[in-house]
Each structure stands twice: as structure tokens, then as C-alpha cells.
């Protein structure tokens, strides 16, 4: 690696890669908290939302194998509850390199956020 | 088996044949798991059977499909990486087929449209007037036999040239 290479600053992982989809950013919630399959991903979207995003399933499974090609989530082996569970459903989990996308996309937003909140537009509004 | 149950099972055929629009790697993939989510949403949608929510359902099933199959096919045409390969994806799927048999039936119809309009009215035995719509109806189910030929020797040539093996749809 070059010096003039090893000079330039670290991309944060969110600027690498382009800001996520709403798509991807709320199935990437969804799998924060533990692993869940296809239909539990769909309706925890909705929940984390307040019904704003509802993926179909043509959604959903476009953006899980853009993201299973991208490792930011993997196939679980594992089962929560096998014997209550239906043994077709395929789980997805979080993998790290997911984790770090998600925790640089939420800061991307809430700076993004804190520079809306200093618009004299926002302020004057708050204000009212 | 009650309605409710028979219905359901309708629906849910009439998406797995949706699903093969998709490309046919994206499919073998999530094909099953995509018919499983349809299969668990499909009863919270309609429980109560009011006509204009099942249409809901369905336009909201037509817009998911619309708004993931471009982006996939994209992808696919992009992962075969040039025209060559990506044809024999397209060949693959029945998106061909389909294209092929609505513009068969496009021009079947046209030419029956033109024919009917070539053959002089005022016809005074009704008789007449059915046979020339008859023969009009002909020309066209003819035109559409002689496309469709051409179209299958074109499809089977295209499936030799791209060296595919199996079966040319995979149904």
C-alpha cells in the first residue's frame, strides 16, 4: 500500500457503502435483537415503523439476498423454539459486519438529523 | 374442505405461478420461503371477506411484485454479466413464453380485426355475415399458428445456441 494510500482517512462503513435502503436499515433492526425468520422480520417492520414500511414478500426476500450477498446477515442454524416452529422457515441473524453497518447508518441519521434540527426552518417551527 | 380453505389454496397457486416471473435462481432460492410468508399474511388480510380489501390485498400483492421483479432481474442480467448469458436466464423463465403468447395473440386479434374490416358489409343474408367473420377469425388464428411456429423454432435454435440442457422452461 501506497503512502499517499495509507494517508487518506478511513471511510466510515455507511459512507463505503451509500446510505442503506429504508428496506435493508429496518430488516437490519429487526435482526438486532435476535435471530427471526422471513414472516417475523416482515411484521416486526411494521411494528418498528408504526406501520410506515410494509414489505412483501417480493421486498423482503430481494433485500435479504442483496444483504445475504453483502454478509451483512447469514442463515441461522439455529431454531428459538424448535418444537413450536415450522421446520421450512428459514432464520437470518445479524452478522458483525451487519451490526456495523446498521450502528454507521443510525449515526449517519442522527447527524443528518442534528443538522436539520439547526435549520432556522426547523428552529422557527419548534418554536411555534 | 370449506370455501374459505379452497380459496386460499386458489390464491395461493395463482402467486407460486406469479413467482416464476422472477429470475429462476432468485426463485429456486426464496420461491418457497416467499409462497410460506404469502401463505401467513394471506388469512389476516381477508378474514372478513369484503370484497374491496381482498382487492387491496391483491393490487398490494401486484405492486410488491412489480416494484422487486425489475430490481432482480437487473441483478441477474448483471451476475450473468453480458447479453449472451443473460438471454438464456430470460429463456429460462417464463417471462419469454409469456411475451411470446401475448404478442401471438396480439397479432392473431389484429390481423382477425384487419381481415373482418377488408370484406365489404351490407351483407344481406346474415349467413354471409358469419361466414365472413368466420374466415376473418381464421386468417388470424392462422397467422398466430404460422408465429407461433416461428417462434418455437426461433426459442429452440436461441435454447442450442445458448447450450442449455434440461428442460428449456422450468416449471
Not at chain 2, 382487492?55 to 398490494?60: C, E, S
Given at each position: ?28 433492526v ?29 421486498t ?60 432556522r426552518?426547523?428552529?422557527?417551527l419548534?418554536?411555534a | ?11 395461493g ?24 410468508v ?51 436466464t ?29 370484406i ?27 408465429l ?24
Amino acid at each position: 500500500m501506497g503512502e499517499k494510500e495509507r494517508s487518506k482517512p478511513t471511510k466510515h462503513l455507511s459512507e463505503a457503502r451509500g446510505p442503506l435502503t429504508p428496506a435493508v436499515f429496518y430488516i437490519l433492526v429487526a435482526l438486532a435483537d435476535g435471530d427471526r425468520h422471513g414472516y417475523a422480520i416482515m411484521q416486526e417492520v411494521s411494528k418498528r415503523s408504526g406501520g410506515a414500511v410494509r414489505l412483501g414478500p417480493g421486498t423482503l426476500y430481494g433485500a435479504i439476498s442483496r444483504m445475504l450477498r453483502d454478509c451483512l446477515i447469514e442463515e441461522s442454524e439455529e431454531r428459538p423454539d424448535p418444537e413450536m416452529d415450522d421446520s421450512r422457515r428459514r432464520y437470518y441473524r445479524l452478522t458483525e459486519q451487519g451490526g456495523r453497518a446498521l450502528a454507521a447508518e443510525a449515526n449517519r441519521l442522527r447527524d443528518l438529523a442534528r443538522v436539520a434540527q439547526s435549520t432556522r426552518a426547523v428552529r422557527k417551527l419548534r418554536q411555534a | 374442505m370449506n370455501d374459505c380453505a379452497r380459496n386460499a389454496e386458489t390464491s395461493g397457486r395463482f402467486y407460486r405461478l406469479l413467482l416464476f416471473l422472477y429470475p429462476p435462481d432468485f426463485r429456486t432460492r426464496f420461491g418457497r420461503e416467499m409462497v410460506q410468508v404469502w401463505q401467513d399474511v394471506f388469512p389476516l388480510e381477508r378474514t372478513d371477506g369484503i370484497l374491496w380489501k381482498r382487492l387491496a390485498f391483491w393490487l398490494r400483492t401486484f405492486e410488491d411484485l412489480g416494484r422487486s421483479l425489475f430490481g432482480e432481474w437487473r441483478q441477474a442480467v448483471a451476475r450473468n454479466g453480458g447479453i449472451g448469458p443473460s438471454v438464456a436466464t430470460l429463456a429460462e423463465s417464463v417471462v419469454v413464453p409469456l411475451a411470446i403468447c401475448g404478442s401471438l395473440t396480439l397479432a392473431g386479434f389484429t390481423v382477425a380485426v384487419l381481415t373482418r374490416r377488408a370484406i365489404p358489409r351490407g351483407f344481406t343474408s346474415p349467413g354471409l355475415e358469419w361466414q365472413s367473420t368466420i374466415a376473418a377469425l381464421e386468417t388470424g388464428a392462422v397467422v398466430m399458428v404460422g408465429l407461433g411456429i416461428a417462434g418455437a423454432l426461433g426459442a429452440y435454435l436461441l435454447a442450442r445456441r445458448c447450450r442449455t440442457t434440461g428442460l428449456w422452461i422450468k416449471l
